[in-house]
Every structure is written in structure tokens, then in C-alpha cells.
């Protein structure tokens, strides 16, 4: 019996949508450390690479951006960090909703203190018990 199998087009780089973004930085437990919101159109390869730049410029190691990936990650001091694009607004899981104006930069808790400048206290994560 003959198996076949598709091949997969080369990856593209993350495409304009028609709707706002947000590039959102989050701590290793999911908390939102930062994010800046996009209007729609913008070019998000743009935004991701020069938020790697910036990374890198602050003498963090960030990783490659893969070809079909919106994230990378960066590290500094023991501090991981995931910096990616995201369609929805973000929020840590124990805050209240918040929006930013396009630009307009949030920071927020991430439960690693002031490492990384002025950040909300924030408590544990509350765990959920699977039976």
C-alpha cells in the first residue's frame, strides 16, 4: 500500500490582521509583566523583531523567533520571560480586565518582585485540584 503525504508550504511571518494586537510580555507563570497595544494593520514580524532587539540591546539572551512562530523567549538574572503577539487583550489571571490606548504601555504583576522594576504585589496563583 502506497503512503502519501503533504508537504507543508514554507512558513510565513505572522500577517496584518484587522484588528488590534497586543505584543504582551509574561513572567514564567503567565502573568502579564507588560503590554502595548497595536492598531489594526500593523506589521507584527516588525514589532516581534524589534521587541528582540530591544531584549538583546538590555542585555537579555532572547531566542530566535521561529519562522512561523509570534513569540520568543528572553532571559536575564534567573528571570525567563515569554514576549509574544497576542489577538486578545491580556489580563493576569487574578486581576480585573484593563485596556490601553494603542502605544500606551501596561505593567502589571508577575510574582518575581521588583526585578524587573515597578510591578503590582500580586499573591499565589490559586491551584485547582484535578480528581
Do not use: Y
Amino acid at each position: 500500500m502506497r503512503h502519501t503525504s503533504r508537504r507543508r508550504a514554507a512558513p510565513d511571518p505572522p500577517a496584518p490582521v484587522d484588528a488590534p494586537t497586543w505584543l504582551v510580555v509574561r513572567s514564567a507563570t503567565g502573568f502579564v509583566v507588560e503590554s502595548t497595544e497595536f492598531a489594526p494593520g500593523a506589521n507584527l514580524q516588525s514589532v516581534l523583531s524589534a521587541a528582540r532587539e530591544t531584549r538583546i540591546s538590555d542585555r537579555w539572551t532572547a531566542q530566535e523567533i521561529g519562522a512561523s512562530c509570534s513569540f520568543f523567549f528572553a532571559a536575564r538574572g534567573g528571570v525567563r520571560l515569554m514576549i509574544a503577539i497576542e489577538r486578545q487583550s491580556p489580563r493576569d489571571p487574578l486581576s480585573s480586565p484593563t485596556t490601553a490606548a494603542p502605544g500606551q504601555v501596561l505593567k502589571g504583576g508577575s510574582g518575581i518582585g521588583g526585578q524587573l522594576g515597578e510591578l503590582s504585589p500580586r499573591t499565589e496563583p490559586l491551584r485547582t485540584r484535578r480528581s
